[in-house]
T-cell receptor, first 110, second 115 residues
Framework: TQLLEQSPQFLSIQEGENLTVYCNSS?????LQWYRQEPGEGPVLLVT?????EVKKLKRLTFQFGDARKDSSLHITAAQPGDTGLYLC??????????FGQGTRLTINP | KAGVTQTPRYLIKTRGQQVTLSCSPI?????VSWYQQTPGQGLQFLFE???????NKGNFPGRFSGRQFSNSRSEMNVSTLELGDSALYLC??????????????FGEGSWLTVV
């Protein structure tokens, strides 16, 4: 069974600070996705990474896929209150089902 | 275009009852997948349907079942409800399925409370 572990589970920081969220597994994934979920809504896809070592940027968010395709990180620069939410990583191996991490609940305080 | 629509949004059921949740995918999407989200277990895959056929199934008891119709709309059913079935049930649709890093689009979910 493929498992994804996210850390930290909870993170509360001040506006303007930087942060990194980690997503780790002992399994290899052919692709990994990051989602953000806000209260009362379903998760929304932020990015998909498919190549080991791949780095993608989305404004102040930087996503990295590990070289061995077993881990990923999400780095947010100069966090803003609008970044508050539940961040989920999810991986898949080929045509297999999508496996989600437990999520990181991020709170950015003004 | 319209997003993924789930109904009902909120419902309360009694232990032992059964419930049916509905999901209308984005037009043109043939894959519908279902997930259960709870604070303790996080987001867990229930099953995926593609063109009316179940393509993948998660590790849930047989009380959880689903189906997909020819218009790609999907329903999931939970029979003999237990307190632990209280959760947010999310449906997602995609063109080709959940594998291979395909983009999937989630609905807002159906909040089920079992009392």
């Amino acid at each position: 069974t493929q498992l994804l572990e996210q850390s930290p589970q909870f993170l509360s920081i001040q506006e303007g600070e930087n942060l990194t969220v980690y997503c780790n597994s002992s399994s290899v994934f052919s692709s990994l996705q990051w989602y953000r979920q806000e209260p009362g809504e379903g998760p929304v896809l932020l990015v998909t990474v498919v190549t080991g070592g791949e780095v993608k940027k989305l404004k102040r968010l930087t996503f990295q896929f590990g070289d061995a395709r077993k881990d990923s990180s999400l780095h947010i620069t100069a966090a803003q209150p609008g970044d508050t939410g539940l961040y989920l990583c999810a991986g898949t191996e080929g045509a297999q089902k999508l496996v989600f991490g437990q999520g990181t609940r991020l709170t950015i305080n003004p | 275009k319209a997003g993924v629509t789930q109904t009902p949004r909120y419902l309360i059921k009694t232990r032992g009852q059964q419930v049916t949740l509905s999901c209308s995918p984005i037009s043109g999407h043939r894959s519908v997948s279902w997930y259960q989200q709870t604070p303790g277990q996080g987001l867990q895959f229930l099953f995926e349907y593609f063109s009316e056929t179940q393509r993948n199934k998660g590790n849930f008891p047989g009380r959880f079942s689903g189906r997909q119709f020819s218009n790609s709309r999907s329903e999931m059913n939970v029979s003999t409800l237990e307190l632990g079935d209280s959760a947010l049930y999310l449906c997602a649709s995609s063109v080709a399925g959940t594998g291979y890093g395909n983009t999937i689009y989630f609905g807002e979910g159906s909040w089920l409370t079992v009392v």
